[in-house]
């Protein structure tokens, strides 16, 4: 089992990769079945890249930290980072995808797939410029961990 | 071990992509590229072959709604095949099967180029 609970990563989406195994292994770790593995995986590769595009305009100088708590009847994932852009996905709305396929348009699929999988989206603002987005997944099956359980300790920094 | 990758192959006047690996934000840069290329080409009939893929995100999917409507205004398309049930769900999820024809099989997809 790894020991990291947290990672830090540069604002790029070459650290996509590395962002998803992170996750992916301690989704892995929690119990949770492969289906609800994916789509929390899939979940937080379409927040990032949010982060990383709209928040970060691709500057890498910036940085991500993305920290997981694994409890008994939830899984969440918490982004730290620091920019004047904030986003809330719960202000965003889905689009008709009627309409989407008639007009050819592209992109703007990654808030509604992060809808669809996570049970709950908490997008916090702090002053003067650090932001929070969490991603949580509620567990109908309770895991083998006690309640408040966290897996992994330490940092790790991707550049 | 390579994150993404394409190899390309012919069968007359259609192109047949077959992807492997991971596509997301990162890695769909290279498929605009190929895809690109070959719309540059005159080569407006592809095939896009997922038997290998194992991850798509967001991204990979604009990749196909970016040029799709080109290749049809130059009677061609773009035609997928052979996902995994994982690839699939994500496609079918967000109502891609109303825009593009996904088939099991590659051959089904070469078929109906040559009925057309």
Known sequence: ?159 | MEEFSITKKSSGEIEVLNLEGFLDAHTSVELEKELETLLAAGKFKIIVNFKKLTYISSAGLGVFMAYIENTRNNNGDIKLCEMSEKIFNIFDMLGFPILFEIYNEEGTALEKFSNN
């Open chain 1, 1 to 159: 089992m790894s020991d990291n609970e947290k990672i830090l990563i540069a604002s790029s989406t070459k650290n996509l990769s590395k962002v998803r195994k992170f996750v992916e292994e301690s989704a892995e770790h929690s119990g949770l079945d492969q289906a609800t593995v994916n789509q929390i995986v899939l979940s937080v590769d379409e927040a990032c890249t949010n982060i990383i595009k709209h928040a970060h305009k691709y500057n890498e100088t910036n940085t991500i930290e993305i920290e997981i708590e694994a409890g008994y009847n939830q899984f969440k994932i918490t982004f730290n980072y620091k920019s004047g852009n904030t986003f809330d996905p719960n202000e965003a709305q889905n689009p008709d995808m009627v309409e989407y396929f008639k007009n050819y348009k592209v992109g703007g699929l990654g808030i509604p797939i992060m809808k669809k999988f996570m049970s709950k989206i908490i997008a916090q603002h702090k002053n003067p410029d650090v932001n929070s987005l969490i991603l949580i997944k509620s567990i109908d099956k309770p895991s083998s961990l006690p309640s408040g359980t966290k897996l992994f300790r330490g940092t790790i920094l991707f550049r």
